[in-house]
């Protein structure tokens, strides 16, 4: 199957490495254009570079992004008005690892993880609302994790925030429904990828990543890391209007472990 989202236009948040890049990649392989956000500019310039080198110039732009700042986000979305002329698919990708258990987590550690994985998303629904409403049909996806549905007690905050992403995913859907428009809102539940933030845990337990990932595989009934394709490829799913009866959904893409 080929052009599953042709035509559409999607701003991914953290495009710059991991989830982000992954499925910015992936869209445009199936002829989305797409704007790649990120803090790290250099970094997602060289993803739309690749993106542009395999799917053809102007297919792909990067932009410097912090998913914390209000007028930050109104830049993005002005620029994937200038850059594509408008917006039909918003994926909230970026997103931090929140450290320590209810003793150790600090205020500031669980500030920081509701800016970047909470205000973050709550920004780009609101602020990216005007240009999806104006290029319907429009796909909202949030990226949350399996640890949003499924607790841990060793990472308070960072299941309190990807619960929060869930929640709102389903306000947002019930809103442009009750409001008439044909956008829709998803979560998406990831379990352990091989990603950036995979690599944090790593080097925080001070053990070799293969130590880690093993450990990590055996509580997954599917017996393995995930890899960034396997998230990517459902994005696209929810990216296109092969979903188009599915809003205010959570879409568990954990090998099995919420099975259990």
Known sequence: MSGR????????????QGLGAATGMRLAE??????????NLAGAQSQAEAINAKCGAGTAFAVHHDVTREDSWADAVAAAAEHMGGLSVLVNNAGIGVRGNIETC???????GFAVNVDG??????????????NQPGSIVNLSSIAGLIASDTMPGYNASKAAVWMMSKSVALYCAKM??????NSVHPTFIDTPILDGMVAASGKEKSVIMEK??????????????????????LASDESRYMTGAELKLDGGISAM
Not at 30 to 39: F, K, N
Not at 218 to 224: A, S
């Open 5 to 16: 989202v042709a035509g559409k236009k999607a701003l991914i948040t953290g495009g710059a």
């Open 30 to 39: 199936e002829g989305a254009q797409v704007l790649l956000t990120d803090l």
């Open 106 to 112: 600090t205020l500031e550690e669980w500030h920081r």
């Open 121 to 134: 998303v709550f920004l780009g629904c609101k602020l990216s609302m005007p240009l999806l409403k104006d």
């Open 180 to 185: 008439g428009w044909d956008i829709r809102c």
């Open 216 to 237: 990590l595989a055996r509580q997954i009934p599917l017996k393995r890391v995930g890899h960034p394709s396997d998230i990517a490829n459902g994005v696209l799913y």
